[in-house]
Structure formats: structure tokens, C-alpha cells
């Protein structure tokens, strides 16, 4: 089964956090994190990290 994107667009709505990111993909498969395309979600998780990380725990803007 693959996620509902009102539903996930939902949760993303609803996380307290302002440190998110909303990323569809379309693959045929609900586990994205193993097999085909789990690279470029490996990548956007890492790039995601890497920024908060590099910018004191803030997501990098155009002002950073």
C-alpha cells in the first residue's frame, strides 16, 4: 500500500515542529527507505540533517 498524500500533507500540517520538510514521491511501494529509490530518500534525509545540523538546529533559509 502506498500512503495517502491528503493524509501525510495532514501529519505534516499538524507536527509542532517548524524544522520540516514535505517531500511526495511516487513509488509504487510504502517502504521507500529499502529498494528502488531508497537512495534519493537516503539523500534528502541526509541533506535534511546536514542543514539543521550546519545551522544550529534551524533549516537553512536564503538568509543563512
Do not use: C, Q
Amino acid at each position: 500500500p502506498v500512503v495517502d498524500s491528503a493524509g501525510a500533507k495532514i501529519m505534516y500540517d499538524e507536527l509542532g515542529s517548524e524544522n520540516k520538510e514535505f517531500v511526495l514521491m511516487n513509488y509504487m511501494n510504502h517502504i521507500i527507505v529499502n529498494g528502488e529509490g531508497a537512495e534519493r530518500v537516503h539523500k534528502l534525509i541526509w541533506g535534511f540533517m546536514h542543514n539543521l545540523l550546519s545551522n544550529g538546529g534551524h533549516p537553512a533559509t536564503s538568509e543563512n
